[in-house]
């Protein structure tokens, strides 16, 4: 469920089954093979450590030292672009914003999201959070949240909108809780995960929202 976005983004993109289900598996494959460039880097950093500024001693920021180190600058820049682009059209403008912007006003406000993300970076960084940690939790959010609303959304035929909504909220929730009440530790939350944890109130909220709504009559999701 890691790749769960990239591939739900192909899904919806496809121009008809057999593509989509093509795009799936290949963005499956592709992602698999992306989770070998962490292990790299650290390979890397471990061979060229002697020649990297600001490495720590247990390589926590290896990841990121080799990227800024031997990376081209264009990396970091891509990456920015990609988050302020999908605030833009995935959050403002699919909302209605597009009627009341111009292109040059959405380049700028474009660009500000480029700005406040970097002023965000810099404030954790200065806060000396670990970015192991910081990337955990990022991507337990990511996939503790839309579990059940990706997972059983496709799957369940009469899900209804809400049950997706109302879950991605309830999963992200309780993933953060587990993960505070914890203190990331499992020995302190019976050996439960916060990601297993957030997972399993997604799943109950998903099933109770559509029980509820199924009772009231709502009409199902529109097919995908």
């Not at 089954?17 to 790299?40: D, G, H, K, V, Y």
């Not at 939790?137 to 997972?151: K, N, Q, T, V």
């Amino acid at each position: 469920f890691l790749a769960g976005p990239e591939m739900v983004s192909r899904f919806e993109t496809a121009k008809d089954e057999r593509t989509a289900q093509n795009a799936s598996w290949l963005s499956a494959i592709l992602m698999a093979a992306m989770s070998l460039f962490p292990t790299l880097l650290g390979l890397a950093a471990l061979a060229m450590k002697d020649q990297i500024p600001g490495l720590a001693e247990n390589g926590s920021n290896a990841m990121m030292a080799v990227t800024g180190q031997f990376a081209p600058s264009f990396v970091a820049d891509s990456n920015l672009l990609c988050m302020s682009t999908m605030v833009m059209n995935d959050l403002y403008m699919s909302l209605g914003g597009r009627k009341q912007l111009t292109e040059k006003q959405i380049v700028l406000y474009t660009r500000l999201c480029n700005i406040a993300a970097a002023v965000v970076a810099m404030v954790i960084s200065m806060a000396g959070v670990p970015i192991v940690t910081m990337n955990t939790f990022a991507f337990g959010i990511r996939c503790a949240g839309p579990f059940a609303a990706y997972g059983l959304g496709l799957a369940v035929p009469r899900a209804t909108r809400n049950s997706g909504i109302i879950s991605l909220i309830a999963g992200t929730a309780g993933f953060c809780f587990w993960q505070w009440y914890t203190g990331g530790n499992m020995s302190n939350g019976f050996g439960i995960l916060p990601v297993v944890f957030g997972c399993a109130v997604s799943v109950v909220v998903f099933f109770v929202v559509n029980a509820i709504e199924w009772g009231r009559g709502v009409k199902p999701a529109p097919s995908a």
